[in-house]
């Protein structure tokens, strides 16, 4: 499997800065490795790999493509992880809303609660080699690509231990070597840069595929038709998701968007309607849609039908363009975490008492990576200067401040 | 020494660098199969092929965001703007996206981008085709600014941007391509942050950058011959300004003309004034004067264009005015 410090044929380093730690873990490993290792064992009773067969009863829709089965197969060992990820991501945006109501976190903060089948599914589809950009609801997506719960929140909190130092913030989290390119502020983003991405991959030859998330309010920037032309133009392997959670804040798909549906608006792309609450219907979608571009068919688009709990952000109650029974109804009927539960609990693998008791952990996880979170210090005043530039021609480069030019007295 | 024209002596930079960095690659209107609009990229997709000499279609706001998602993974892409103005459309991609991205990222990213092109006020062009770009980036952190004006100063600036590991806009000019002159063998890289100083003098410093750099030294020459010893500094390096070359000559001097060819209003000269007022009060004798394009769209009559920008005559005049031959020993 390349390493993240790859080596071009030309014999020149892949990547601008040669990141530590070579070794490209695939998701499910990392996670366990890192958050629960010795639990592991404890609490999967059964650790067998027999397949369980289950049911995708919301049918994909297929726009100018054959759809994915309405079925698959999973494991004891990954539905224990799917629980384990997904009550991990809850936790974590609900301990985010907490410290932003206590005023510890600032500005904008965007929570990805309900729309945690998204993530784990098509991470479960993907491997670190496959590019990820997304937008700005993106702590999950960042947990998903291997960061800790502690990078995270002591980035929300603008702490040193932050994955960007502080600097970024909510929106701009990065992880240079399992190809996550952000965290982005802008909506439209991801289309135009993922098309970027793809098109290095293409470049370099290598046998992955680039995932471009935006939501269904940039689905109508034009730089997302542009990209989409190029995309198909140059048969790049590119998968766009459209994460259609209904809102684009406070202004419905239906007030937005003149067509109805993401899925079928470009003739020239294919694309599939996802239950983005199903976590198996994600990873089949997903899994279907990597084939399809690793063929050199060109790009794909998945539209996730999904379902944010929060408003739009933490400024946004969320209550004034949809209705309280509208978002508890979705909680009951098709919450993402509770279709695990059941089956998990269908199939005799653990009891309810024993998945309270997992989800449990999971919290005391988020709670210690948020204390581990708040002892890290501020950053240091100078740390506002740092990264402005990247100094590499030998010549002073100028701060922000003028003052730091040092002018030669005749 | 082999005689080239500025045009071509950029694409001898773009040649060099791609053949030595297979990362590197061109993307933009017509850089492929025609060759470029102003035939800087000429031949070279002939010997590199379509996936380094991308012809893209007219998005510039996506084919720049396109740009700077390669360049995160490590690619070398050289965006070309096939008029700087159109780039208005990716302001969005080159502030947002290109220049804060070391910083949001805490480090982690870097996007080892050059998106070059023609500006400035050209023969007759048009208010929309006339613009200069430099005004409005000049305030985005993150972002580098250069300005070639001569072949030798343009291929080794674009060689230096294209190995840089900041984005760099590249500011050509629409009148300068088929400027001649003498290239030396080997590398010859440009220091991207440093002025160039064409003329050592004494009695005044005239800081200039692109195209007004051949007015002032049209202006020098006619100064010259009446007795006037003014020192002649091309900017080059419009972001960050190169205040320690500046500095050195006012501090000689003790006059300052910046001649311009941005507008008046928050243009280059106006944020060199404001530095030089700040850090070298003491040094001068009176006001920097600035001469800078007048704050209208470029009209399409030649006669009014040429009102619009600076004219040798005027640079003359400032520096008279400035110099009374008393004051000047």
């Known amino acids: ?410 | 020494m082999a005689q080239l024209l500025l045009f071509e002596a950029l694409r001898e930079a773009i040649l060099e660098e791609m053949e030595r960095d297979c990362r590197v690659f061109v993307m933009g209107e017509d850089v492929g199969h025609y060759g470029g609009s102003y035939k800087v990229t000429k031949g070279l997709a002939e010997k590199y092929g379509d996936w380094r000499l991308l012809d893209t279609p007219i998005a510039e706001n996506s084919f720049t965001g396109l740009a700077i998602g390669a360049a995160m993974t490590g690619l070398r892409p050289i965006v070309e703007g096939m008029n700087m103005g159109f780039l208005l459309l990716a302001f969005n991609q080159i502030a947002n996206n290109a220049g804060m991205l070391h910083y949001t990222s805490g480090g982690n990213f870097t996007t080892p981008l050059v998106i070059r092109g023609p500006g400035g006020v050209g023969r007759q062009l048009g208010a929309e085709h006339s613009q200069r770009l430099e005004s409005y980036f000049q305030s985005v952190p993150g972002l580098q600014m250069v300005a070639c004006s001569t072949p030798v100063n343009g291929k080794g600036l674009l060689k230096s941007a294209i190995r840089s590991q900041n984005p760099v806009l590249f500011f050509e000019h629409v009148l300068l391509y088929n400027i001649k002159q003498p290239i030396p063998t080997g590398e010859n890289l440009s220091s991207l942050e440093r002025a160039e100083v064409v003329r050592e003098g004494k009695d005044v410093t005239l800081l200039t950058y692109s195209r007004m750099r051949h007015y002032v030294i049209q202006a020098a020459r006619i100064l010259v011959s009446q007795g006037y010893d003014p020192e002649v500094i091309d900017l080059v390096s419009l972001k960050p300004l190169d205040m320690g070359t500046i500095a050195r000559s006012i501090q000689k001097t003790h006059r300052a003309i910046i001649v311009e060819e941005c507008m008046r209003t928050g243009g280059i000269g106006a944020t060199l004034r404001a530095s030089i007022m700040e850090y070298l009060f003491d040094e001068l004798d009176g006001p920097v004067v600035c001469l800078s394009s007048q704050d209208v769209p470029t009209p399409y009559s030649g006669l009014l264009e040429d009102m619009t920008v600076v004219q040798p005559g005027q640079i003359v005049q400032a520096v008279k005015s400035m110099c009374t031959k008393e004051s000047v020993q």
């Open chain 1, 1 to 410: 499997m390349p390493v993240a410090g790859a080596m071009l044929r030309c014999g020149l380093p892949l990547l601008s800065r040669v990141g530590g730690g070579g070794r490209v873990l695939s998701w499910p490993d990392a996670l366990l490795a890192r958050s629960w290792s010795g639990q592991a064992e404890q609490h999967s009773p059964a650790q067998d790999d027999k397949p369980i067969p289950v049911d995708i009863p919301v049918p994909f829709l297929a726009h100018n493509c054959d759809p994915p089965p309405q079925h698959t197969e999973t494991s004891g060992e990954e539905l224990f992880r799917f629980f384990r990820v997904m009550n991990v991501m809850r936790r974590m945006e609900i301990a985010s809303d907490l410290l932003y109501k206590q005023g510890h976190i600032r500005g904008f903060c965007h929570l990805y609660d309900g729309q945690e089948a998204v993530a784990v599914g098509m991470e479960a589809a993907l491997t670190w080699e496959d590019p990820l950009i997304t937008a700005y609801r993106e702590h999950c997506n960042y947990l998903g690509r291997g960061a800790t719960v502690t990078q995270v929140v002591a980035e929300l909190l603008g702490r040193q231990a932050g994955c960007s130092r502080g600097k970024g913030g909510s929106m701009h989290m990065y992880h240079l070597d399992h190809h996550y390119y952000g965290g982005n502020g802008i909506v439209g983003t991801p289309p135009p840069l993922g098309t970027g991405l793809a098109y290095a991959l293409q470049y370099l030859k290598k046998p992955n595929v680039a995932v471009a998330m935006y939501g269904d309010g940039s689905a109508n920037q034009g730089q997302v038709a542009e990209a989409m032309n190029m995309a198909a133009l140059w048969k790049l392997p590119i998968v766009y998701v459209v994460e259609n959670n209904h809102f684009g804040m406070g202004t419905s798909e239906a007030r937005a968007s003149a067509h109805h549906g993401f899925y079928d608006r470009v003739g020239y792309i294919p694309g599939i309607k996802v239950d983005g609450m199903s976590v198996f219907a994600v990873k089949v979608a997903v899994a279907h849609a990597k084939e399809w571009c690793l063929a050199g068919r060109g790009p794909i688009l998945l539209e996730m039908d999904t379902y944010r709990y929060h408003g739009h952000s933490m400024s946004d109650p969320g209550s004034t363009y949809r209705t309280r029974d509208e978002i508890q109804g979705v909680r009951r009927e098709r919450d993402p975490i509770d279709l695990v539960h059941k089956l998990i609990t269908k199939e005799g693998l653990a009891t309810a008492e024993e998945l309270k008791a997992l989800a449990k952990e999971c919290r005391a996880e988020v709670d210690a990576a948020v204390k581990e979170s708040e002892a890290s210090p501020e950053p240091e005043e100078a740390e506002l200067f740092t990264h402005v530039y990247r100094a590499d021609t030998g010549v002073e480069m100028f701060g922000a401040d003028r003052h730091a030019s040092r002018l030669q007295r005749n």
